[in-house]
Structure formats: structure tokens, C-alpha cells
């Protein structure tokens, strides 16, 4: 794990008692909002929704439309700094935003990483390590893009996907009508098959100083393209976990990032890193920071976007998160007292009201002296949830 630099702080930070504006209104704003409160700061949220996971806790909830650029004013002129929770923000709203109020991270940072063709071709120029991928606007195009990349290949639509959403896998010729059929998106990504071992991800913080934390490799499994364990330490090599951390760290300083970024990667069966997407912002797979790190990922956007020193982020031990989907839902209220009665076991629930298949709704936490021993916890203690009377 990197360590944390230290230069010499020159900004004048934002102060306890001042009010943060979240943009954005989900779990992870929650989540941020309580990193916040704890440390003495109001938060106002804003968001098109109401009664939502960052409005319960928050002190003001804006509902409006991220279109109501006049609402946006009005939100941005009661905070001190804006920041996000939700990286799929109008452009126009952060601009509205930010002539009242500093945005962090900037609206470029979210300019680059809302639109897959504008992240890749970022990354590309900048020498990271991309999967092969080609910008399409027909399907002539993508039958071209095909020849050049080959089988198998997955198309993408080139904004506002999360979680698998919009992503078409193309095998053999016979998939290239149906894929391009999928979505009405004007233009989209194809990109190469990356055949990996695992996905890992590195969460860091970088300040408007320059100074840089990370929680070092987190090892990441999805199921139906939705993250579904997540385990730190990554299970890799320690040279493996260390390119990945330094390639992190010069992506965060080639965009300016101020604030909290995630780096995803595919390790390779060959052991190279592949960079599969950005994320402006917390991240699932750093849910079990707030567990197991002396600092959270959400305390520490916190000191990121506020100016403060960023925290440590040495570990406490090893750890395991489980999301929890509104599947689990489908037999009636899970089984909450069995769960939390795992050794180890943390519950964190997110105030959604409603169920969804595929909705994430919380997600558990679990430590252990090893990973292997977080991961029996947490799995244990998910199954637990559906053992009724």
C-alpha cells in the first residue's frame, strides 16, 4: 500500500460548521453525509427525487430536476463546496453549480469519465492500459470495428451506464444485428474481450495539494454484471497490487482529480492490468472502509474536497463485503437478527423502501483475521438473512 505524502497545505480549508452540497442523492451520499455530520459539517443534497438514502440524513434535501438550472443556483449558493455522489450530472448543471460554489472534482473530471469514448480515449492518449476499443455510430461501422478487434468483443453504449447496463457481448457475426438492435444510443464503444483472473479495484483520494491516499488492491466478483463480494487484500501479488496503486496515482494527477476516485481493473491471466473504467467518486467495492480502515473512503472525500489533511488509510484487518440486492426480499423481510448474529459481522442499510430485483439495498461487512476467514463470515452471514422460522 502507498504511503500518504504530505506537501505543504496552502489552501484555506473548509472548516467544520460549514455546509457541503452533494449532487446526487443514493447510498453513497448517505454514506458520505454521515462521514460529514459526524465531523461537525451540515449537508444539503439535491437530486430529482425526494425521500431519498442522502435526504433522510441530510439537513436540507433539494428535489428538483437537474435540468432546473435555477434550482441548481439556489442549492449551490448554501454550500461552501459542491461534490458528488452520482457522476452522471448534466454538464450544464455543473456549470450552474460551480458559478456559485467550488465543484469538486472538477466538471472536467466528470466530462472524461460519464462518457466511456471520452474515458478511453483519455487513458489511450495518455499511455494507461486499455483493452483495443473503437467509437461506432452504425452497424456498418461496428462490422469495420469487428475486423480490426476481432471475436469475441463486448459493445457499450458511450454514456450513462453503471452496474452492466447497456452492454451487449458479440461472440460471432450472428450477434452484430442484435447487439447493434439493443440500444437506440447513437454512438458506442466496442471494445476487445479482456480474458482475466479477477477484477481488482484501487480506491485513493488526492487533494487540491497533490497529496495522494489509496486503500491499496481491493479483489471484486460480480454476478449479472452487479458487484457482489468484494475482499481487501486483494488475493495477487504484492508487485501486482503496487503497479496497480501507482497507476492509479498518475491517473488521479493526469485528470486534477480533487476528491475520491475509483480505478477499476482486469488482471490478465498473462498478469497485466488492464484499466476497464473510471468512477469519479466513492465506490462500492470501498464500502468496507468505513469497517476496516482508520480512515473511510467517504471521511475522506470529505477532507479531500474540504481541504483538509487526508486521513490514514492503514487497515484494521482483513475484510469482506457482500451487497445486498432486493432479491433477497423475495420471501419476505430478511432474517437481520441471524445475520448480525455472524462473529464479525457489520449491517449497513441504505433507507431505500422499496425492493428491487437487481436494487442494492445494503451490504454487510465482515472481518476476519484473514481474508479467507472475512469471506466465510460475510457469506455465512448473507445466507443467514434467508433462514426464516
Known sequence: MA???????????????ACIGVLGSGQLGRMFAIAARRMGYRVHTFSPDSDTPTGQVADIEFSASYDDLAAVRRFASGVSVVTFEFENVPA???????????????GRVLHVTQHRLREKTFLAEHGFPVAPFAAVDSQDALERALESIGFPAILKTAGFGYDGKGQFRISSPA???PAWNSSHDPMRV?????????EISVVAARSQEGEFADYGAIENSHHRHILDLSLAPARIPAETAARAVDLTRRILTALDVVG????????????????????????????????????????????????????????LRPAAMANLLGDLWHQGEPNWAAACGVPG????????????VGRKMGHLTALGDSVEEALGRVQRA?????AHD
Do not use: W
Not at 273 to 292: C, F, M, W
Not at 295 to 311: D, I, K, N, Y
Open 175 to 177: 450477434d452484430i444485428g
Open 260 to 315: 475520491v476516485m475509483c480505478v477499476e481493473f482486469f488482471l490478465t491471466r498473462g498478469g497485466e492490468l488492464v484499466v476497464n473504467e473510471l468512477a469519479p467518486r466513492p465506490h462500492n467495492s470501498g464500502h468496507l472502509t468505513i469497517d476496516a480502515h482508520e480512515t473511510s473512503q467517504f471521511e475522506q472525500q470529505l477532507r479531500a474536497v474540504c481541504g483538509l489533511p487526508l486521513g490514514s488509510t492503514a487497515p
Open 345 to 356: 459481522v457489520r449491517l449497513h442499510l441504505y433507507g431505500k423502501t422499496e425492493p428491487r
Open 3 to 17: 504511503e500518504t505524502s504530505r506537501p505543504s497545505t496552502t489552501a484555506s480549508p473548509i472548516l467544520p460548521g
Open 190 to 198: 466496442l471494445e476487445g474481450f479482456v480474458d482475466f483472473q479477477c
Open 92 to 106: 450544464e448543471t455543473v456549470q450552474a453549480a460551480a458559478e456559485l460554489s467550488p465543484v469538486r472534482p472538477a
Open 382 to 386: 448473507r445466507a443467514a438473512l434467508l
